[in-house]
Antibody, heavy 120, light 104 residues
Framework: QLQLQESGPGLMKPSETLSLTCTVS??????????WGWIRQPPGKGLEWIAT???????YYNPSLKSRVTISVDTSKNQFSLKLSSVTAADTAIYYC????????????WGQGSLVTVSS | EIVLTQSPGTLSLSPGERATLSCRAS???????LAWYQHKPGQAPRLLIY???NRATGIPERFTGRGSGTDFTLTISRLEPEDFAVYFC?????FGGGTKVEIK
């Protein structure tokens, strides 16, 4: 059974760069039917798509975050990562790593989520 | 940009009752890319329905998805205690605001 697990810093200060890693287990990150991505949910708000990557290197970014975001994949470790620069309190959220099915955009599975709090 | 509007925001029902959740798109969307998820606090969201009407693996038959064009519904025929959660719809990379199904 495919499982995703996020790892992240928990607490950060404004202006720092957020680094999150998602470890994929029970399957290969080089699956041809899989896109890997990040979605976040600020407290009390809805879900926001951040970025998606295919193991071959194709990347897709939310235009509203594109200037601050980089998504990458490490096939040797079966992991993918997210970097978000110049964080502010508005970036406080639960960050989920996800697998999106090629072709129909269904997201399955999701990671448990990693709470990132930005505070001075 | 497509906007997905879910209603109601909160649904207060008792176990055994029927729940009907709505997801309305701001423009016509393809049913092939409409999915529903269940989300409980502290847990990973769970895929329920994809392609508007296809139940995901292991999802009980009491969950039914229907719709086309701009209007989609998720129906839970008889609420079980474990069904009280937040439900949200998704189209491509856009998500609805969610409907909370709470115990009355």
């Amino acid at each position: 059974q495919l499982q995703l697990q996020e790892s992240g810093p928990g607490l950060m200060k404004p202006s720092e760069t957020l680094s999150l890693t998602c470890t994929v287990s029970g399957g290969s990150i080089t699956s041809s039917s899989s896109y890997w991505g990040w979605i976040r949910q600020p407290p009390g708000k809805g879900l926001e798509w951040i970025a998606t990557i295919y193991y071959g290197g194709s990347t897709y970014y939310n235009p509203s975050l594109k200037s601050r975001v980089t998504i990458s994949v490490d096939t040797s470790k079966n992991q993918f990562s997210l970097k978000l620069s110049s964080v502010t309190a508005a970036d406080t959220a639960i960050y989920y790593c996800t697998r999106r099915n090629y072709g129909d955009y269904r997201i399955d599975p999701w990671g448990q989520g990693s709470l990132v709090t930005v505070s001075s | 940009e497509i906007v997905l509007t879910q209603s109601p925001g909160t649904l207060s029902l008792s176990p055994g009752e029927r729940a009907t959740l709505s997801c309305r798109a701001s423009q016509t969307v393809s049913s092939s890319y409409l999915a529903w998820y269940q989300h409980k606090p502290g847990q990973a969201p769970r895929l329920l329905i994809y392609g508007a009407s296809n139940r995901a693996t292991g999802i009980p038959e009491r969950f039914t998805g229907r719709g086309s064009g701009t209007d989609f519904t998720l129906t839970i025929s008889r609420l079980e205690p474990e069904d009280f959660a937040v439900y949200f719809c998704q189209q491509y990379d856009t998500f609805g605001g969610g409907t909370k199904v709470e115990i009355k």
